[in-house]
């Protein structure tokens, strides 16, 4: 049941799952390794402009690595979501006795497509802050612009490719 999803999604989203585990196991096994390098204190806060602002000691990071396994375990449910029936969420009660066996299967590729997107997002932000946090490095003053941009850019997406999904039915 749990493997259902592997028959309906696309090679690009088994893609962006296996770079989400990878960018998870990948921080884990770093952080693993290299904690006795990690200096004591370590950025806590970096305010608007990219910069450290504040300090903690080094165990801090360990919440940010319980946060990327809460969003990964969220990103592993999302894997559910192709056994329930999703076509009167996606298409509304008028179009859903229309809805192909198809489109449906292309709906739930571009809903997996933003919410993996999202993921894949989060997880990078995680990895970036915590690899910028090891080495004391500033984020940069692009960090919150760019994923506001990526963000909202995914979502945008998501609604265009629906109502055009919902246009051909």
Known sequence: MFREWKKLVDKRLKVIDFLITVIVIGISVFLFFYWKHIPERVPL????????????????????????????????????????????????????????????IEAINVLLGMLWACDLLVQMIFAYIILCGVFLKNLGIWFMPLIMILLIADFVWFFIRMRKIKNSV
């Open 45 to 104: 806060h970096w305010n608007s402009a990219g910069i450290i602002d504040d300090y903690s000691d080094a165990g801090s990071y360990t919440m940010l690595v319980i946060m990327m396994y809460f969003f990964f375990v969220g990103h592993m449910i999302t894997k559910l979501i192709p056994i329930f029936d999703l076509k009167e969420n996606l298409f509304g009660k008028e179009l859903v006795h229309k809805v192909s066996k198809e489109t449906e």
